[in-house]
């Protein structure tokens, strides 16, 4: 078996139908009990107080803003060098749960950098790079939408999504190429000094884990979506030419 | 049962509602729209069944 044969709109259709309720119900389940275990039954910090809570949400949020769009990355190659719809349509799913990932990522952020640095915003190497990242989901998003022809949006949005590629990245790494700025390196290390105490990473990533299948999910759901809305579209399209 | 939050209620309230919201949102519009767009394709393919 090849991992082509969900190329076929159908056979994907049939499979993620399969797997969209476990993934589902195991969203459901991480993201309630990780966030009522950060929420309710972790200590506060010694420095930040209360504050540390929130980063059951800007942390998972953050990731997923992040690795949605390099999913979007690998669906845009896949779409470009062998030309399957499914692929394509994938990135396009993805690219909305991305930007919601990505707001709630900046807008924590700047709730969480109020009371810690008296700031609601600094143009940090890794805050700039995650606002230009917001950026490109919203122009990805836009030129969809722009244009008629759904192969034409295909290839121009994979363009678009290898050229923010470099910001995805960024968004990731700038604290450590630039090492400047008030934001943090990475709250969860194999560095025994950076990472954070067990007490707060267990919840963590158990968080992590919801938003992972929440991301699944969501990207099953739309892009089974996506390929109902194209066939639509090439049905009202031969309806008018007979 | 609520933890005391202190001085930063306020931020990790908000936080959390923020956040909620915004999930809630996707999920509800990416369900609404799946059952739209699956009515409207079985509506065409019922249609150019019978012509």
Known sequence: MSIWEYANPVKFIKTTDRLMPYMAVGAVVCLVSGLIWGF????????????????????????????????????????????????????RAAAPIGAVMTIIALATGAIWGQPMWGTWWVWDPRLTSFLILFLFYLG????????????????????LCLVGSVFAVLSRYAVLF???????????????????????????????????????????LRTQTEIRARRARALIARERLA | MMPDLGKYADAVLSSYAVSIVLIVALVALSIRRARKVKAYLAEIEERQKNV
């Open chain 1, 40 to 91: 309710f039954f972790t200590p506060d910090d010694y420095r930040q107080g209360s504050t540390v809570k929130i980063i059951y949400l800007h942390v998972p949020a953050a990731l997923m803003a992040i690795n949605a769009w390099l999913m979007m990355l690998v669906a845009s190659l896949v779409w470009i060098v062998r030309r399957h719809h499914v692929s394509a349509l994938a990135a």
């Open chain 1, 140 to 159: 990805y998003m836009a030129l969809w939408e722009a244009i008629e022809n759904d192969d034409t949006a295909a290839d121009l949005t994979s363009i």
């Open chain 1, 178 to 220: 630039w090492n400047q700025g008030l934001h943090q390196g990475a709250s969860l290390s194999l560095d025994k000094e950076e990472h954070v105490h067990d007490v707060y990473s267990n919840p963590l990533y158990v968080c992590i884990a919801g938003f992972i299948l929440l991301f699944i999910a969501l990207v099953f």
